[in-house]
């Protein structure tokens, strides 16, 4: 990699770096000005920011949120992969044939517009209040922008690409390596990124409607308790999370496509 894309790409994290204090800068103005009025006058809807922290505590002295925390990534990580290999090999399939494509695609675009938390009584049926419910209900909202973006990528490579296979006389899987899968993996790759937070909302709705274990089911049983501290302190909890997994998806996607030039 030469020094010219290196400093461009130390000047592009500065820039992200810069960014996401500038953003976090309101956050924390709001949050101050919260507390200060919040001690000022009291109010059981409104707790000031440093009750949230105490309303942790019975959580974090039993291990109950980091088991939370855990069973929420766990699902996360688990529909999001299965989501992103499934969304990407579906995608190829039907984008690389035109038959597939007018057979299959008014399905597709029937079940994209169905929403996931719809399905949830006939995944129950045969699932059960389980893990796997979890990850079957997240896994068909999510497979979505992965699906499509795969599928229009495919669609549209080049057919230049493909008197350069028979040229080459590349066999059918030396070309799905070596031309297919990095035509489209790009934008396999910001279809992940954009199925990301929305898995991460599926993934706490559903804890949320179905009371299975996560921090959803601990938000769901904070609200019912009238536990409003504790509520607000499990929603910074997920927004740092968010923001975690926001980084580690944008790296993903960095690393991956590392060998493309960075843009001036």
Excluded: C, H
Excluded at 235 to 253: C, P, R, S
């Amino acid at each position: 990699m030469s020094l010219t894309v290196k400093s461009a790409r130390s000047r592009g994290g500065g820039r992200r770096g810069g960014i996401l204090v500038l953003g976090l800068a309101p956050l924390a103005v709001l949050l101050a000005l919260w507390q200060v009025f919040g001690t000022i006058a009291p109010s059981p809807f409104f707790p000031p920011p440093s009750a949230w922290i105490g309303a942790l505590t019975p959580l974090l002295a039993g291990n109950a949120l980091l088991l939370g925390i855990l069973s929420t990534l766990g699902t996360y990580a688990e529909s999001l992969a299965i989501a992103f290999v499934l969304g990407t090999a579906i995608g190829i399939a039907i984008g690389r044939s035109r038959l597939a494509d007018r057979a299959f695609g008014p399905l597709l675009d029937y079940l994209r517009y169905l929403p996931a938390v719809a399905v949830v009584p006939v995944i129950v049926l045969f699932a059960g209040y389980t893990q796997e419910m979890k990850v079957y209900v997240v896994v068909f909202g999510a497979i979505w922008p992965i699906l499509l973006q795969a599928r229009m990528a495919a669609a549209s490579i080049d057919p230049i690409l493909n008197d350069v296979r028979r040229s080459l006389r590349l066999s059918r899987r030396a070309a799905f390596v070596k031309i297919t899968l990095p035509s489209v993996m790009p934008s396999a790759l910001l279809g992940l990124r954009l199925a990301s937070p929305l898995t991460l909302i599926l993934v706490l709705v559903v804890e949320i409607s179905t009371q299975v274990s996560g921090l959803g089911r601990m938000l769901g049983v904070a609200q019912q308790n009238y536990a409003t501290a504790q509520v607000f302190g499990l929603i910074v909890v997920i927004g740092v999370i968010a923001l975690v997994v926001d980084a580690v998806i944008a790296a993903i996607e960095r690393w991956t496509l590392r060998y493309r030039p960075a843009a001036d």
